[in-house]
């Protein structure tokens, strides 16, 4: 039997995940990140984004356990954790393709 208590830290957990991926720019990274593991100066490059805005990014990514990091000498490499994430992403984004569809239908429509 699962405990008010429990609901209550996995509810919180659950949110704690979501404002992870509440940020255009942490999408980003993660489907950057979802091809090969990269360093802060390949995401900065490829995202075209400040590195110090990448890195604060990452920060949240690492901390909600969305991505791991690997040092390799001198340069840290980051990874997705889990690439189910990567699932979960896509599912909401075919969920947001057919609000959008519909929506349109509705424009069509009414016109």
Known sequence: MITSTLTQEI???HADLCSALADPTRLL???ALSDQ????TELTQDLNVPQSNVSRHLKVLRDSGLVKTTR???TV???LMDHR???ALDLLRSI???RIQHRASLIVDSE
């Not at 593991?37 to 802060?40: L, S």
Request: glycine share 4%; proline share 9%; charged share 25%.
């Open 11 to 13: 509810t919180h957990l």
């Open 85 to 87: 994430v990567i699932e």
């Open 37 to 40: 593991p990269r360093n802060v």
């Open 77 to 79: 490499q980051y990874e």
């Open 96 to 98: 947001l393709r057919d």
């Open 29 to 31: 990274l993660l489907y």
């Open 72 to 74: 390799h000498g001198p």
